[in-house]
């Protein structure tokens, strides 16, 4: 109840599903820089989260891996991310990279977007 801020290790391939569903008092998460896969729902309902920092190399972010995070404005997402199971939160801006999956997600589903 009383952590603000985690950062997972480099050595972490994978960050299971529902990880962090509810964690009401977490600000900030940054991963490291071997995660490969974010689980369903590992993000899921942090509602003061403010920061997710997601590393280059990141490859999928399963259905509903990060949603429902209401604090959070922007999220970056890798253009290494070849499949995105993400769904911003009104107010939440994707910032990717011009040709890349995300950008395309964003489209396709009318989210906002801006260009990194």
Do not use: M, R, W
Not at 5 to 27: V, Y
Not at 71 to 82: D, G, R, S
Not at 88 to 102: H, M, Q, Y
């Amino acid at each position: 109840e009383t952590i603000k801020g985690i950062k997972l290790a480099d050595t972490i391939k994978i960050l299971g599903g529902s990880a962090f569903i509810n964690s009401e008092s977490i600000e900030i998460i940054v991963t490291g820089a071997g995660l490969k896969t974010i689980e369903e729902f590992a993000i899921t309902h942090c509602p003061n989260l403010k920061q997710l920092k997601l590393n280059d190399g990141l490859e999928i972010i399963e259905a509903g891996g990060i949603t429902l995070n209401d604090n959070l404005k922007e999220l970056y997402i890798p253009a290494t991310v070849a499949y995105g199971g993400y769904v911003p939160a009104d107010g939440t801006t994707i910032i990717c990279e011009a040709g890349s999956p995300a950008e395309q997600f964003a489209i396709d589903n009318g989210f906002d977007y801006k260009l990194k």
